[in-house]
């Protein structure tokens, strides 16, 4: 697990000075001494905790949780307010926002130290648990459901922005004749080692590689057009090739993979077209038919129109 970063918000820099030495090493401490710049420091750094002064100038704390809570980036992270009222009304209101705990000032370095302790635990405990349901257990690939929520997004920033996006879907050829002949717990170390291949592929850290059900899996490439998407599944190809994994059970003589691509840019950035995650998988799941009935161990390319793309 990484460092846990802790956000101090606090207009009182003495409050902060003393929070700081009391949360000195849970972790990575960043501060701010505003509600708007608390809330641009989360948005570039995501914190596993925020503490944040109730009442400041300005922007509240009560103003900032709500924002927070609305961001569905941010609203997982569990904010910690710290108050001079201890009024039940004020508390039941912060936890009305979603504010997991309140302190009251002056602040308990112990007692603040023992709860902010707590609800870091608990953020880890709840982030690995995320991992784990949107990961592939075998592969460790991201799963179906993790690329089906992916989809929707991009296909919602495309739609917006008129930008461009690719899916590369791929089936591994004959797998069912490699299980047959290599037997089950082989053809699970095959999925591995293909996926490893295709980690190799995604050279940027917005790119998805995904299990998107038995032998098939698939490529999520945002910002990237039809030649950028062609490009990926040629390396595709060669990755698997050096892999070298046997298959007596094809006319390959070894694993290969057919590949059906799917690319998504407007014909005028103007012409903002409305894309759903269907056009992408209808496109790339046709391309990926032809490329099995075309012989196997190939690519071809569609649009989200169905038709082949150009060159």
């Known amino acids: 697990m990484h460092e846990a970063i802790i956000l101090l918000v606090d207009d009182d ?56 809570k609305k961001d569905p980036v941010l609203e997982e992270i569990p904010v910690i307010f710290i108050t001079s009222h201890t009024e039940g009304d004020m508390e039941e209101a912060g936890l009305a926002l979603g504010a997991v705990d309140f302190i009251a000032k002056p602040i308990r370095p112990a007692i603040v130290a023992a709860r902010a302790g707590t609800h870091l635990r608990l ?13 592939d257990g075998l592969t460790g690939l991201s799963n179906r459901r993790t690329l089906d929520a992916a ?5 919602i920033r495309a739609s917006r922005s008129g930008g461009e996006v690719s899916l590369v879907l791929l ?3 004959f797998f069912k004749r490699y299980n047959d002949t290599y037997g089950h717990i082989q053809g699970d170390q095959c999925l ?25 899996f698939a ?10 998407a062609w490009e990926v599944a040629e390396h595709i190809h060669q990755e698997v090739a050096l892999l070298g994994i046997p298959h007596s059970a094809s006319d390959k003589g070894q694993v290969s993979v057919s590949i ?4 998504f840019a407007p014909a005028e950035p103007a012409a903002h077209r409305h894309l759903t995650p269907p056009d ?22 569609r649009d989200v129109s169905g038709e082949p793309a150009a060159g």
């Open 13 to 68: 820099t003495l409050a902060i000075r003393a929070l700081s030495k009391a949360l000195n090493g849970l972790g990575q401490i960043r501060f701010a001494t505003s509600g708007e710049e608390g809330l641009r420091i989360a948005r570039e750094s995501f914190p596993d905790l925020i503490i944040l002064d109730s009442e400041m100038p300005g922007m509240s704390g009560f103003q900032v949780c709500e924002a927070l």
């Open 123 to 135: 953020k880890q405990a709840l982030d690995r648990l995320n991992v784990l349901a949107q990961t």
């Open 151 to 155: 989809l929707e997004r991009e296909c």
């Open 171 to 173: 089936d591994i050829d």
């Open 192 to 216: 591995v080692l293909v996926s490893s291949a295709l980690r190799r592929c995604a050279k940027r850290a917005i790119d998805l590689v995904a299990r998107y059900g038995g032998e098939e």
């Open 219 to 228: 490529l999520l490439l945002p910002d990237t057009g039809a030649d950028g």
């Open 260 to 263: 059906g691509v799917a690319s």
């Open 280 to 301: 992408l998988l209808k496109a790339a799941d046709a391309a990926l038919y032809e490329a099995k009935t075309g012989g196997r161990s190939c690519s071809r390319q």
